[in-house]
């Protein structure tokens, strides 16, 4: 009967913890690159798509290829070199500093 009871009481107590696990993550900030995918081939003037998911008021993205600040972008890249490239989406505040809670990153192809 003691070993019944213990199983009991810890199957409460680890729910718990699951669910205030899963609480925290949702109200995480996270940033994803949604389009292109990462690896793939695209021409020199493509889009990307990114959602931002729980990030506090006036928090915004900052884009950079390459490790360039894309200052002004808005969603289309034109005349990109053919080659390997990178591209990131961070998350920035309200004064246009990297917030630090969130960023992807993606190398995309740009080919013929």
């Known amino acids: 009967m003691k070993h019944l009871f213990l199983a009991t009481c810890a199957l409460p107590i680890s729910g718990t913890m699951a669910i205030s696990s899963w609480c925290a993550a949702e109200s995480t900030t996270t940033i994803n690159i949604l389009a292109p ?3 793939e081939t695209v021409t020199e003037t493509f889009e990307i798509k ?6 506090p008021a006036g928090n915004h993205a900052h884009v950079y290829l390459d490790g360039t600040y894309q200052k002004g972008f808005k969603g289309t890249f ?13 998350i920035a505040d309200h004064d246009h500093k990297d917030a630090g809670t969130a960023t992807d990153s993606i190398t995309v192809k740009v080919g013929d």
């Open 37 to 39: 995918r990462n690896g």
């Open 50 to 55: 990114y959602e931002i998911l729980n990030a």
């Open 78 to 90: 034109t005349h990109v070199a053919k080659g390997e490239h990178t591209i990131t989406v961070k």
